[in-house]
């Protein structure tokens, strides 16, 4: 029986001919949480980005490791494409069926297992959220720092390597997950890792399974590392009179070893979306660093202190503090806001959202750059990032797919992306590779590509794991 052609924008999906077996033998073990309603559908399809989204033929909505396993088995047996889901924030189109097939939801696995304080680790399941993690821990004087912005769940955290507005003090997923729990293609359960905090036992699988964007297997557990809440926080906002001369600071701030928690920069257009959006109030619009410190009293004073300096030095102005727990909430709110606050710049319009990450010494030199090839574009600097490790994002707005406006978008990106490269970059620092950014993977990768091939074809030889993401595989 042949497969089923759908056309998405300009290309043709073929789904999988075996589906509706897999559907029906689902449906008659978990009855209704085997869902092929349209609406249901279309949003497992969907993620945040740009790209289009392609629904899959039917969802799973998952409750353990082992009814994960069953269904990657029937899959496995009628080689059906298998996709997994947690709460559809990612932006490279990581969650598209391009080949139809089953989504597997894994928001219903939301349990904290274990929490060894005295260990700093945690045993979670895929679809605990990031928020829902810091809640069950607030009593324990604890908490995890990895922040991407938006509530992700911690498996599609883990599965697209995210970092967020702390990763420039604590790590991003990669140096924060001990083990995980893996469904493998055929349905094997394996777990890797452990809570020793270091081994030197065998080929490091935990590290393979961060960031393989479920094209290796399905993560449905993990055990991550945690911290102790700081004595004191303190965040602060300074204005600047160029994005260049706020890249500087975060540079030199860096540079002389001051360990702040988060260093955010802002662009006059990104700020000003920001302010309307969230009806901030006594902002200059003008390029912003947006910064946090964390430590000791003396200690976080301290660092506020040289941070300070260094801003002045750069043509900073001076540091408005937020140091109550309800006005630091607001300011970061307002800096996690900014994929809504770009969208309502113009309503109707699409978003692209796009990353890249260059050695700190680059970052101010690649935003220059990228400022001047928007503004010969005619295009708004709606730039933001996780400047302290390099990591900044931007955000083009255009009328629809193929328009002139989207050429437009798109070779700024190009651009951007080349950019990055020539500097010792790489084409994404945390919004994953998806469908979006399969070429620029190829051109930073070079050769080494062909080997991640053959681990992909080793574990996934019929190429069901949420086929046509990350490596480019027919």
């Known amino acids: 029986m042949p497969g089923v052609d759908v056309v998405v924008g300009v290309e043709m999906v073929t789904r999988s001919p075996n589906a509706m077996l897999v559907i029906e033998a689902l449906r008659a073990r978990f009855g209704d949480r085997l869902s092929t309603n349209k609406d249901i559908l279309a949003r497992h399809g969907l993620s945040e980005g740009h790209h289009l989204g392609v629904p899959p033929d039917a969802v799973f909505f998952a409750q353990s490791t082992d009814e994960v396993a069953e269904a990657v088995r029937l899959c496995?047996?009628?080689?059906?494409?298998?996709?997994?889901?947690?709460?559809?924030?990612?932006?490279?189109?990581?969650?598209?069926?391009?080949?139809g097939g089953i989504c597997i939801d894994l928001s219903g696995m939301n349990q904290v297992l274990e929490v060894h304080a005295e260990d700093l680790d945690v045993l979670v399941q895929a679809g605990v959220t990031r928020k829902q993690l810091n809640t069950?821990?607030?009593?324990?004087?604890?908490?995890?720092?990895?922040?991407?912005?938006a509530d992700a769940s911690l498996g599609g955290m883990a599965a697209t390597r995210a970092s967020g507005t702390n990763a420039v003090r604590y790590g991003t997923m990669k140096e924060n997950v001990l083990g995980l729990t893996v469904v493998l293609p055929d349905g094997q359960v394996i777990r890797t890792g452990g809570r020793a905090k270091k081994s030197s036992a065998g080929y490091d699988l935990t590290r393979l399974y961060v960031g393989s964007e479920g094209t290796l297997g399905i993560i449905t557990e993990l055990r991550l590392k945690l911290y102790g809440i700081p004595e004191s926080i303190t965040a602060a906002v300074c204005s600047f009179p160029s994005v260049e001369a706020a890249a500087e600071a975060v540079i030199m701030t860096i540079q002389s070893g001051i360990p702040v928690a988060r260093i955010e920069l802002m662009s006059a257009a990104q700020l000003e979306a920001v302010?309307?959006?969230?009806?901030?109030?006594?902002?200059e619009i003008a390029p912003h660093l947006f910064y946090e410190f964390h430590g000791t009293t003396a200690g976080a004073k301290e660092q506020a202190e040289l941070a300070q300096a260094i801003a002045a030095e750069c043509g900073g102005g001076d540091f408005r503090w937020a140091s109550s727990l309800e006005e630091r909430n607001r300011l970061w709110a307002a800096r996690h806001d900014v994929y809504h606050a770009t969208c309502a710049i113009r309503p109707g319009a699409k978003l692209w959202s796009t990353d890249v990450c260059v050695p700190i010494s680059q970052l101010a030199t690649l935003i220059e750059a990228t400022r001047i090839d928007l503004e010969a574009q005619g295009l708004l600097p709606l730039i933001v990032g996780h400047?302290?490790?390099?990591?900044?994002?931007?955000?083009?707005l255009y009328d629809e797919e193929g328009s002139e406006e989207y050429l437009r978008c798109k070779a700024v990106n190009d651009r951007l992306v080349d950019r990055a490269l020539a500097m010792g970059g790489t084409c994404t620092g945390e919004h994953g590779v998806g469908m979006g950014k399969i070429e620029k993977v190829e051109k930073e990768h070079g050769p080494a590509v062909e080997v991640m091939?053959?681990?992909?074809?080793?574990?996934d030889p019929d190429n069901i794991m949420n086929p046509g993401k990350v490596l480019r595989m027919e």
């Open 76 to 99: 496995a047996q009628h080689k059906v494409p298998v996709i997994a889901f947690g709460t559809g924030t990612a932006l490279e189109g990581n969650l598209a069926a391009l080949k």
């Open 275 to 283: 302010v309307r959006y969230n009806k901030l109030e006594g902002f």
């Open 136 to 149: 069950h821990l607030r009593d324990t004087g604890l908490f995890f720092p990895i922040d991407p912005g």
């Open 387 to 396: 400047a302290g490790d390099g990591n900044f994002h931007l955000g083009l």
């Open 453 to 459: 091939r053959k681990i992909k074809r080793a574990l």
